[in-house]
């Protein structure tokens, strides 16, 4: 079993900044690739970005792509989401996800371990 624990959101401006933290609590983070993904009320789960267990790839959904970037310390076992340049479309509970990989990939899809989220709210 992996716990993820989110933290960093909150309110902000259209146009700031924040960055969201994830403790994975595994001795084995290495062996996981680590995404992030946002809800709305009412509307599915949607990839915001991934990487790899080396950090070698990472993929980014095309909403947040030149804006967002996903990074990991695996010392400290988080991930993290830094994000620029914040529209008012990003206000969303923001998940973060563990999957077990076999090779250094960045998934979309299947994760085996989600966490209990956090609130982004951009005000415009």
């Known amino acids: 079993q992996v716990q993820l624990v989110e933290s960093g959101g909150g309110l902000v401006q259209a146009g700031g900044s924040l960055r969201l933290s994830c403790l994975a609590s595994?001795?084995?983070?290495?062996?996981?690739?680590m995404g992030w993904f946002r809800q709305d009320p009412g509307q599915e789960r949607k990839f915001v970005a991934a990487?790899?267990?080396?950090?070698?790839?990472?993929d980014y959904g095309d909403s947040v792509k030149g804006r967002f970037t996903i990074s990991r310390d695996s010392a400290k076992n988080t991930v993290y989401l830094q994000m620029n340049s914040l529209k008012s479309e990003d206000t969303a509970v923001y998940y973060c996800?563990?999957?077990?990989?076999?090779?250094?990939?960045?998934?979309?899809?299947?994760?085996?371990?989600w966490g209990q989220g956090t609130q982004v709210t951009v005000s415009s």
């Open positions: 996800a563990a999957k077990r990989t076999y090779s250094d990939y960045a998934p979309r899809y299947e994760y085996d371990y």
């Open positions: 595994t001795r084995t983070f290495s062996t996981y690739a």
């Open positions: 990487i790899s267990r080396s950090s070698g790839n990472t």
